[in-house]
């Protein structure tokens, strides 16, 4: 069974940036084939945010093509405070990292304030630090009323609003900032589908962000960012509460050994599969191609990596938000990801995921008979997603999942699930014109074709016994 256009399983997300922000570029983004655009709050104003949610919707609309918008919200995190100018530090030399811009520095030793003031209360001497993203490394050897004195252990050179890890402590951050809390509102006020929460490190975290979303008659999901350790340690929980994971491998990698990061990123991606709940590989998939409009063999290997694991999605940061070429990463994730999907998974679909309802096991037999036809599509009618969430976690390889609904909600939402193609319609009266209505729009975007065979799961929609067809095109 071909498809044209050509079927691509795993989902690309974008971050739109000042790169992406003209309506043309974005344009061709859409084009190139992405399934949902992140705001990165780390780094936007919230009157950009509403020019860039704008430019993401006009685009849609003359391009014909809708993608989903996530929103990530920065979470509570340890950053330096302004500097006018950057500071060269010596290896040996000593720094201050002071409570208030106010404290400043003390005789020769230079100073820089923290947005955590807190921290002199949580760290001991010989702790150490880790800045800019572990560029740099500081030891604590002295803790003061007012600062916190550092020898410089790496150096490097100081910029403003550097973030600083401390790997391996348990920092009593609050889950969610009053910056936070300011864009998260901006986010619902633009009616954003997805919220991710970074450093998430406990189930509380998520179901802090929650509780607010539903006080604000949100209906937008989460998405936990792991990237530390207590959030590797409570995985589970986070999972149990979360509509999706993200493996945010940037700080991650810097609070965990480096040699440990493929492991920890295949135990998450294991974890998320057995719970079902979507997966999202992120961060320096292509991160080389900021500059260069090729990328590295490795990084053509890593993407593909993450296919092999069967992950969700894949998600491009920078390389789309300030990189110069934008759309070459998205066309470059596309043949990828495309060409991977040939062989990952070949083996069958994910066996390991736990099925207790019988319409849950209903979906198990769809898959099974899916595969057993050689790869055929399946055809679902939905008014709630919660089947399409089974189906799309059961990976059945090479077997696409058309999802039929009446709810734009649907739309949005499955855009972040595998294999899934979701359609809005308005169903018929009767269950038969549904389902020739139905296999017609497939045929008419190019994903059947006269003597091709579909397996259909009528009864979500009509509510009928339980069963399971098999349609000739």
Not at 22 to 33: E, K, Q, S, W
Not at 52 to 69: C, H, T, Y
Not at 362 to 387: D, Q, Y
């Amino acid at each position: 069974m071909g498809f044209s256009p050509p079927f691509r399983f795993t989902k690309v997300i974008f971050t739109i940036g000042p790169s992406t922000l003209d309506v043309d570029v974005l344009r061709g983004v859409l084009r190139a084939g992405v399934d949902i655009c992140r705001i990165n709050m780390a780094h936007a104003s919230h009157e950009w945010t509403c020019k860039a949610v704008d430019a993401i919707r006009a685009a849609s609309i003359e391009e014909g093509r809708e993608v989903s918008i996530l929103m990530d919200i920065k979470g509570p995190e340890i950053r330096t405070g302004f500097l006018n100018e950057h500071i060269q530090l010596d290896k040996g030399q000593y720094i201050d990292l002071t409570q208030s811009d106010e404290a400043g520095p003390d005789g020769d030793i230079p100073a820089i304030d923290i947005n955590y003031p807190s921290l002199i209360d949580e760290v001991e001497i010989g702790d150490i630090l880790l800045v800019d993203s572990g560029l740099m490394r500081f030891e604590v050897v002295e803790v003061r009323i007012d600062r916190i004195r550092c020898r410089v252990v790496i150096p490097g050179k100081m910029g403003s609003r550097r973030h600083i890890n401390i790997p391996g402590k348990k920092i009593n951050l609050p889950a969610m900032t009053e910056k936070d809390i300011a864009d998260t509102k901006v986010g619902i006020s633009a009616n954003v589908d997805f919220f991710a929460l970074s450093f998430v490190r406990e189930a509380g975290d998520i179901n802090q962000l929650k509780r607010f979303l539903l006080d604000n008659n949100s209906s937008a999901q989460v998405v936990a960012k792991i990237e530390d350790q207590s959030g590797i340690e409570n995985l589970q929980e986070i999972l149990d509460v979360s509509d999706a994971l993200m493996v945010a491998r940037g700080d991650l990698g810097i609070e965990v050994p480096y040699e440990e990061l493929p492991i920890i990123q295949m135990q998450a991606v294991s974890d998320a599969l057995v719970s079902g709940k979507p997966v999202i590989m992120a961060t320096h998939l292509l991160e080389s191609m900021i500059e260069s409009p090729m990328p590295t063999r490795a990084e053509i290997t890593d993407v593909s990596n993450s296919v092999f694991e069967r992950v969700d999605c894949v998600m491009l940061s920078g390389e789309t938000s300030v990189g110069k070429y934008p759309v070459e990463c998205v066309n470059v994730l596309n043949k990828i990801t495309q060409n991977v999907e040939k062989y990952a998974g070949r083996s069958g679909f994910n066996e390991s995921l736990p099925l207790v309802t019988t319409r849950e096991k209903l979906m198990k037999s769809a898959v099974v008979l899916a595969r057993e036809l050689g790869g055929v599509g399946i055809v679902v009618f939905s008014s709630n997603g919660l089947h399409v969430r089974t189906l799309s976690a059961l990976r059945p390889h090479g077997c696409p999942i058309f999802v039929f609904t009446e709810k734009e909600q649907i739309i949005n939402d499955t855009r972040m699930l595998w294999g899934v193609k979701a359609f809005l319609v308005e169903f018929k009266d009767s269950q038969e014109s549904t389902i020739s209505d139905s296999i017609y729009h497939l045929q008419s975007v190019g994903y059947a074709e006269k003597g091709d065979q579909l397996i259909v799961v009528p009864n979500l929609l009509f509510g009928e016994v339980n069963m399971i067809q098999v349609r000739d095109v």
